[in-house]
């Protein structure tokens, strides 16, 4: 199986898992049932474009493992997309739901593809063809897909809606993150972005830093948008932000609001005029008390994890830290790292109860949703700290130790088949 996950970053997400097993002692046939993924599928998706021609776009899933329950993970977009890749993202989805105490396996899907280059009735072909090669894969008791960079809400409800004509009847459990009005959970759109700065103004009251904290977001998608509107309406001063094309720096702070409203117009940041321009590099490396990379993978790195003036470190996306920088932020000791499997992990825990409402169609309101949310942050956010002194580890050990140490139970208590 390994020669087919030839990727920098599944390669990542092993030596992760790798140094953290045998920290926990795993016994070598625990450690290889938990570690490789149950399943990789790899289809061909055919598209009729606009043009009259046919493309094939390539299209993955990883089902990392089901010992817990279905697995559960996004669908995303992207030019970047391959098989090593998702299987990383699947890996790691594995040990944030267990983590956080979930009855999920990882699972993460892909098409290799520019959604900005397609158009609506081409990306509504393309998900739909993909959600029929999966169907022999999925259900929701088998995998329940979500929306990820490059998929939204609407690609939500078509992968539904072709569901549900081939089983014969509407079921809204199939995905998550879906529009509210067709079984979607309030809050869902938010919940990553907001669990984010919610776990981040927890760190700044550990650490006592001043109410108006500076702070810096590399991302300004659904995370890192909602994320600065979290951290503006608890007091923080957002001095800098950045997307796909540039950034921004304003020392004064930025109006996250205005800045949303000139991103709707513009589709970027660059060129907002009440700050100045920076690039994606020079702003991780600006003065602030709380950088939250919520972007892409391995954005950190050996060359500027050293140059890091932030207090808080916290990962809304997957993978921002390459082990080379995990290793110079853990010796450095000066940084206070959220880890991506606990920092981002409000979207699939919000994702969870949209799965509940819908099994079991009775819905919550707003209010109930965010209770939930933050009372199961708050759980972990402890757990993983108290394990973190106990053992004296980093936190991204704790956080990793005590995801996999709830899979390897589950795999254990229920043995081999047959």
Known sequence: MEFLLQSPVFKMACQQ?????????????????????????????PVRMDSGETKVFSG??????????????GLRFSPNVDLGEVAALAMWMS????????????????????????????????????????????GPHTDVMAPDMGTNEQTMAWMMDTYSMHVGHTDSSIVTG??????????????????VAFLANRAVEILKLPANSR???????????YAAFQMAKFGYRIVGVSDAFGGLYNPNGIDAQKLWDYHQINGRVTGFPDAEKITNEELLIQ???VLIPAATEQVIHAQNAKLLKCRILAEGANGPTNLEADAILEARGDVFVI??????????????????????????????????????????????????????VSHRRAALALGIQKVVNAKKIRGVYP
């Open 17 to 45: 898992f790798d140094e953290t097993a045998d920290f926990l002692t795993l016994d070598s046939s625990l450690r290889e049932r938990t570690k490789w993924p149950k399943r990789l599928m790899c289809v061909s998706v």
């Open 60 to 73: 993955y899933r990883v089902q990392h493992h089901l010992a817990l329950g279905p697995t559960k993970g």
């Open 95 to 138: 040990w944030k739901c267990a983590l956080a105490g979930l009855p999920y396996g990882g699972g993460k899907g892909g098409v290799t593809c520019n959604p900005s280059q397609l158009s609506l009735r081409e990306l509504e072909g393309l998900t739909r063809r993909y959600t029929v090669e999966m169907l022999p894969f999925i």
């Open 178 to 195: 879906k529009p509210v009005s067709i079984g979607g959970c309030l809050g869902r759109r938010e919940a990553t972005g907001r669990g």
């Open 215 to 225: 702070v810096i977001i590399q991302g300004f998608g659904n995370v890192g948008s």
């Open 287 to 289: 003065e602030c008390e």
């Open 339 to 392: 880890p991506d499997i606990l920092c981002n992990a409000g979207g699939v825990i919000t994702s969870y109860f949209e799965w509940v409402q819908d099994l079991q169609n009775f819905f919550w309101n707003e209010a109930e949703i965010y209770d939930r949310l933050y009372r199961t942050l708050e759980m972990t956010f402890m757990e993983v700290l108290k394990f973190s002194k106990e053992k004296k």
